[in-house]
Structure formats: structure tokens, C-alpha cells
């Protein structure tokens, strides 16, 4: 089994900087994938970026990043350049490669302030 | 293409009552999913359908039940309702195509339907 861990429930930033999310896992499966899921208020999720635990590279997607942490099971998003359109739910999840049961945390609210 | 659908959006029962959630995936995906969203619990997994046969299923008593037709539409049925059953109910379809390592884990949701329960 897997479990995903966000002890942030809820972050606020303001516009143009910078804020980082907390994430950690715990899985026993050899491989895996981590991603973090953005839920604006119409409720319909979002895959912001993904990373696959065999490589040790961090992903990047424009102004999204992570910092991806194998022997601490640690998984953060930073933003860059906060906008207003940001502002969401943002879920961290896990898969393993045996199957399609995705594994979520508790999700952190984000409000970008003008 | 057309995203992920699931009717109704919004649904009000009471106790006791069951229900049928409706999804339709994306065409050509075959993997349907249903997570439950409540506030504090995030998205707990249900179950996962593919080729009309459940392939994984989640922590849930039975009155959670569900199927996935020839088509890969996909139906989520609760039965005996409980107030503790009020929730987002959210579908994902994927495509499964082992060329492509990534097409397997990347999930595209729907809106969910919003179940209250009285």
C-alpha cells in the first residue's frame, strides 16, 4: 500500500513570488510515479506535473517545479511567479506500476494575494 | 475530443435511498476509475473497471458497487444511503497503451458529481 502525506492543509502567497507545497510518501513498490493535481473551484483536476521516482531529475513545467527527494519519500511543488489563476486545491499523488489506484493526500489550499 | 462526462453534477438523496452515478470517458480509454473527495480525506480510491472487469477496489463496504459496459462507460452504484456518504464523486479514465510509460498513469477527470446525502 501506498500513502501520501500534505501537512500543509492550507498556504497563501503573494502575487509574483514564490511558494512551495510539502509532500510525502510512503510506498514499498520498487517503482512508482509522484503528481501533483491542481482543483480550481469547478472541481475538475488538473495534472500540474509528474515525476517518475527512477529518475533522479526534477520535473519541470514552466513555472512549476519539484524537488523531488527519493531517500526522504519527499515531493514538493514550487510555483514560481504565483499568478492569480493559481489559486486552488492542489493534491499530491502516487502510483505504483502495478495497477491504476492512485494514492492522494489530503490536499493543500493555495489563495494567491493581489 | 470531448473530456470525461459524468451526470448528474449534483444529486440530493436521503438516507436509506440508493444511487447511480453515471461516467463517460474519453473515447478510445478503457481504464475507468471513481474516487471519493470529502474535505479532510482528500480522494480515497473505489474502484478501477477495464474491459468491463474490476481490476482493483478500494477500502469501501459492499453498498459501493459499480460496472463498466462494452463501451467503457462506467456506472458507480451506493446503495442504502448513510449521511457519512455525502462526497464528491469523481471519475478519471486513462488510455492504456504500453508503448507510451506515461499513458497508463496519466489520469483525465471529471467534474464529479456531488452527492448529498439527507
Known amino acids: 500500500a501506498q500513502t501520501v502525506t500534505q501537512s500543509q492543509p492550507e498556504m497563501s502567497v503573494q502575487e509574483a513570488e514564490t511558494v512551495t507545497l510539502s509532500c510525502t510518501y510512503d510506498t514499498s513498490e520498487s517503482d512508482y510515479y509522484l503528481f501533483w493535481y491542481k482543483q480550481p473551484p469547478s472541481r475538475q483536476m488538473i495534472l500540474v506535473i509528474r515525476?517518475?521516482?527512477?529518475?533522479?531529475q526534477n520535473a519541470t513545467e514552466n513555472r512549476f517545479s519539484v524537488n523531488f527527494q527519493k531517500a526522504a519519500k519527499s515531493f514538493s511543488l514550487k510555483i514560481s511567479d504565483s499568478q492569480l489563476g493559481d489559486a486552488a486545491m492542489y493534491f499530491c499523488a502516487s502510483v505504483g506500476n502495478t495497477g491504476n489506484q492512485f494514492y492522494f493526500g489530503t490536499g493543500t489550499s493555495l489563495t494567491v494575494i493581489p | 475530443k470531448a473530456g470525461v462526462t459524468q451526470t448528474p453534477r449534483y444529486l440530493i438523496k436521503t438516507r436509506g435511498q440508493q444511487v447511480t452515478l453515471s461516467c463517460s470517458p474519453i473515447s478510445g480509454h478503457r481504464s475507468v476509475s471513481w474516487y471519493q473527495q470529502t474535505p479532510g480525506q482528500g480522494l480515497q480510491f473505489l474502484f478501477e473497471y477495464f474491459s468491463e472487469t474490476q481490476r482493483n477496489k478500494g477500502n469501501f463496504p459492499g453498498r459501493f458497487s459499480g460496472r463498466q459496459f462494452s463501451n467503457s462507460r462506467s456506472e458507480m452504484n451506493v446503495s442504502t444511503l448513510e449521511l457519512g456518504d455525502s462526497a464528491l464523486y469523481l471519475c478519471a479514465s486513462s488510455r492504456e497503451d504500453w508503448t507510451d510509460p506515461w499513458a497508463n498513469e496519466k489520469l483525465f477527470f471529471g467534474s464529479g458529481t456531488q452527492l448529498s446525502v439527507l
Open positions: 515525476q517518475e521516482a527512477y529518475k533522479q
